[in-house]
């Protein structure tokens, strides 16, 4: 063993490291990219849930209720009041997934505070995201305490202790959970199909599509009468049938794991498959535009991990929207990703139909068309 | 399909500058159609640059270039569908098999099935690689690649094909074996061939012209036997002897256009403006003399001697013209 010929592949090695800023970049950059996104991606304080109020009593003791909620709103601003007329018409948000609880203040609230009989709440919620649930449901169970500190005859003044006791004229809050109770995994499992469609298009939009360029493989169809935006759609299109592929299988295999109900509902499939294609042609062209005019290999693959932190913890794949701090929220207001994950969230756990994923679909469609029309505009057909 | 004057490519004070280095610099000539038109150049001379230009790959700094009669910058897409291309990387996918590569390229210039159907066998068949027509190009040797993508650059018919270093990096076999298609080529398609070498011999054997590229500049354009003769270098008689009297190299020295003889190990290597001259001299000379001639050969004027008389070096890369001839220092 000559201690020469391993310094002699120390220095090489070293030297190769230090020419390469890409590489170097993102040993770096991705550890503290992945603790800043990670540190406030996951477990932050729950802020502006939208709940809907149906306020059918309409009396002094019912505004009481509604202030109380504006209170919250105006201080540690968990939620967001949106008022509805009908409760009809707040289920119908609520399943869509627009409103995330409803607070229904049935029209005999205040008789039976008066007659002391037991005044009931109903506080109807969305139980998809165990999260947001128990910050909502912690805060309605705080108002009602208050509410039945100041409606106790026999305690005036006094704070009560949980578990309150069910006496006249308590308000008694009762929760009605919209759907079967959600395990993480099935939580989880938006994420993962949404990040399956992303390693594809990093994979064949990026890495593949900048090996082709370096091996020079692509000159020999420059030469051709092909125009750019036929070979930038084609390799779009390629892009995301390879997506749809990915994301098809994944749905398939990780809803069988995770466990979830009537997977095989016909109508379901095809709205998911519409949300994979729109998430795929999205992904693909976002990481065309990304890539149009990088031809150094190294680059796609060194900058893979800092991207999939960058769009995957701030989707709400893992942790809701509504706990980030607001730098995060904005990126994952144009993050692809947030959009897919809510839709498969919608489809998957709620079965809201197309009510639900229409908006994300329309922002996936209209996103890919701007990336595309700037990758054509970017693309450079000549070498 | 041809220049207004009849010719297959005009290229007339064509500029190429990156930042502030001059590719190529106003070059002018004209390839005949029908003909195989060689550039000929080391490495970095500006050959790849040129054929960029030319097959619409790199838009030209100034200057115009006309080919099949489309002018390359205005009409760049009547260029593509006259030409086939085959550049120096070799562009095609190793993933796909030899049919599918063909296919692909045949739809990318609107074949239609039964012109696919017909043609790809053909051609396939014409570069020999009928039996390896479904198998993976990426175990293809860098010969049969070759070949595929010359076929490939002939699947629409072009008029005019350019072949950017056919045979870089190819063993002695595949070379003649590219040698061949493009005389073939040639011969039976009509077509007009533009190729770009640094290799003497493929220039000397392939071309009708030649074009002498060096640092961005022509330098010649010629027949390689024009050429040749414009260079007013001695042609070379190397002669062995036995029994040679004492003032035989004297003698040598009168004979008719020798300019001096110089004798090595007993080969004697006489410089003269006429080979066969000085042999048939040198032949009655000795048969007059008794002198008996073991062995005589001449060397003529070699593509190398052109290379040389215009450029002022040896065909070599840019990168090692400043290393020194003589290495015996390094083996010490």
Not at chain 1, 69 to 88: C, H, K
Not at chain 1, 129 to 137: A, L
Not at chain 1, 263 to 281: C, E, F, G, K
Not at chain 2, 284 to 291: I, S
Request: overall charge neutral; proline content about 4%; aromatic content about 8%.
């Amino acid at each position: 063993m000559k201690f020469q010929r391993i310094f002699a592949i120390i220095e090489r090695d070293m030297r190769k490291f230090l020419r390469s800023p890409a590489l170097m970049m993102s040993s770096m950059i991705f550890p503290l990219m992945q603790l800043i996104v990670l540190g406030y991606a996951f477990g932050g304080k729950i802020k502006g849930i939208k709940i809907a109020v149906v306020d059918e009593d309409r009396t002094v003791y019912s505004r009481d209720l509604r202030e109380r909620l504006g209170a919250i709103v105006a201080g540690p601003d968990t939620m967001r009041v949106e008022n509805y007329n009908s409760i009809s018409d707040a289920i119908v948000d609520l399943r869509s997934g627009f409103v995330r609880a409803i607070v229904y203040i049935p029209v005999d609230y205040s008789r039976r505070v008066d007659q002391g009989n037991r005044p009931r709440i109903a506080f109807i919620e969305d139980n998809t995201d165990n999260f947001v649930t128990s910050e909502i449901f912690g805060r309605m169970q705080d108002l009602v305490k208050d509410i039945n500190q100041g409606l106790n005859p026999f305690q005036p003044g006094q704070r009560l202790t949980v578990p309150l006791p069910r006496l006249n004229p308590l308000v008694d809050l009762q929760v009605v959970e919209l759907y079967p109770y959600i395990e993480y995994i099935k939580y989880l499992l938006s994420g993962s199909i949404a990040m399956s469609v992303f390693i594809v298009a990093m994979i064949g939009g990026g890495i593949t599509f900048i090996d082709d360029k370096s091996r020079g493989l692509h000159e020999g169809y420059l030469v051709t009468p092909i125009t750019k935006t036929e070979l930038i759609l084609g390799l779009i299109f390629s892009g995301a049938i390879k997506g749809l592929m990915a994301g098809t299988t994944i749905t398939v295999i990780g809803g069988l794991i995770a466990g979830i109900d009537h997977l095989w509902d016909p109508a379901r499939l095809a709205y998911l498959m519409i949300v994979l294609a729109t998430t795929s042609v999205a992904m693909i062209s976002f990481m065309f535009l990304l890539m149009v005019r990088v031809s150094d290999p190294l680059v796609p693959r060194a900058i893979f991990g800092v991207l999939n932190t960058l769009l995957y913890f701030p989707s709400g794949a893992i942790y809701p929207v509504e706990g980030f701090p607001a730098w995060l929220r904005s990126i994952s207001y144009i993050d692809p990703f947030t959009y897919a994950v809510h839709a498969l969230k919608a489809l998957l756990l709620k079965n809201t139909g197309f009510s639900g994923i229409y908006s994300d679909i329309l922002i996936l469609s209209g996103f890919s068309l701007v990336l595309v029309c700037l990758s054509v505009a970017f693309f450079k057909r000549q070498i | 399909m041809n220049t207004s004057n009849g010719n297959a490519i005009e290229v007339t004070k064509l500029k190429k500058q990156f930042g502030d280095f001059v590719a190529v610099k106003e070059v002018s000539f004209t390839v005949r159609t029908g003909e195989i038109f060689g550039l000929l150049g080391p490495n970095g001379a500006g050959k790849t640059t040129l054929i960029r230009m030319m097959t619409t790959l790199t838009p030209p700094t100034s200057g115009l270039a006309e080919v099949g009669g489309y002018d390359v910058v205005a009409n760049a897409n009547g260029v593509r569908h006259a030409i086939g291309v085959i550049p120096q990387a070799l562009t095609s996918d190793p993933e796909l098999t030899a049919r599918e590569n063909m296919s692909i390229h045949a739809k990318l210039y609107g074949l239609t099935a039964a012109q696919r159907e017909q043609l790809i066998p053909q051609l396939l068949e014409s570069v020999g690689l009928t039996e390896f027509a479904d198998k993976l190009v990426g175990s293809f040797s860098g010969g049969m690649r070759r070949r595929l993508e010359i076929a490939r650059g002939l699947v629409h018919s072009p008029k005019i094909m350019f072949l950017d270093e056919p045979t870089t990096g190819l063993d002695p076999v595949s070379r003649t074996a590219v040698w061949e298609m493009i005389t073939k080529l040639k011969e039976s398609a009509g077509l007009t061939i533009l190729l770009t070498t640094h290799y003497m011999d493929e220039a000397d054997k392939l071309c009708d012209r030649i074009a002498i590229v060096d640092h961005g500049n022509l330098v010649a354009l010629d027949t390689p036997a024009k050429l040749k003769d414009s260079v007013p270098s001695a042609d070379i008689v190397e002669a062995e002897f036995d029994h040679a009297p004492a003032d035989w190299n004297a003698t040598l020295q009168k004979l008719t256009g020798v300019s001096s003889v110089a004798e090595h190990e007993g080969i004697r290597h006489i410089s003269t403006t006429s080979g066969p001259v000085t042999v048939r001299e040198l032949m009655d000379l000795a048969r007059d003399r008794g002198v008996n001639v073991r062995r005589v050969s001449v060397q003529g004027t070699t593509l190398d001697d052109v290379f040389l008389f215009y450029t002022g070096r040896q065909l070599r890369d840019e990168a090692s013209e400043s290393v020194k001839r003589d290495v015996s220092h390094l083996y010490k």
